[in-house]
């Protein structure tokens, strides 16, 4: 899907066609700035599921991007490495609550009962539909490549 969906922005664009578009959280800006010239890629909309990685309004980025600086110096921090950091939190979390003993069992029925805020990203598995958050927020890509949420 990562690059279906930036060669699908390439093809429409060398095409010459300025229709906005949309593309789903799974398509990384970074893919598509692999693929499209800068000047074509502007403007296209990418849906998120997590805060923007390389934004400061949350202090779950802040926190990411300080972890990222001290284990994987010189990497740019991405919302796909968010989305890992995020996880491993969460899992965390779940395995904390297990108590001295933890089992996958106990681990399981932590996330069940699991309601957290990361710092600005709420995750509530308690509604028992294995769906720890409904955030969703659009970014477009502006003139510097980054995306703005």
């Keep these: 899907m990562r690059n279906s969906g930036a060669a699908l922005v ?6 010459g066609d300025r229709t906005p ?55 740019e921090p991405s919302n796909p490495h968010l989305a890992g950091y995020v996880a ?14 933890p089992t996958p069992e106990k681990a399981a029925a932590a996330l069940r009962q699991l309601k957290v805020d990361l710092g600005g990203l709420p995750v509530d598995f308690t509604a028992g539909q294995n769906v720890g958050t409904q955030w969703v927020d659009i970014g477009v890509l502006d003139r510097r490549g980054r995306l703005l949420l």
Excluded at 88 to 101: D, F, K, N, T, Y
Aim: hydrophobic share 45%.
């Design 21 to 75: 578009m949309y593309a789903m959280s799974y398509v990384p800006a970074e893919a598509i700035l692999e693929k499209v010239p800068l000047d074509a890629a502007v403007g296209v909309g990418l849906a998120q599921t997590l805060p923007n990685a390389g934004g400061d309004k949350t202090s779950l980025t802040r926190e990411f991007r300080v972890a990222m600086n001290r284990f994987v110096p010189g990497v």
């Design 88 to 101: 491993a939190r969460v899992a965390v979390e779940a395995i904390r609550r297990c108590g001295p003993s």
């Design 10 to 15: 390439r093809d429409v664009r060398a095409a």
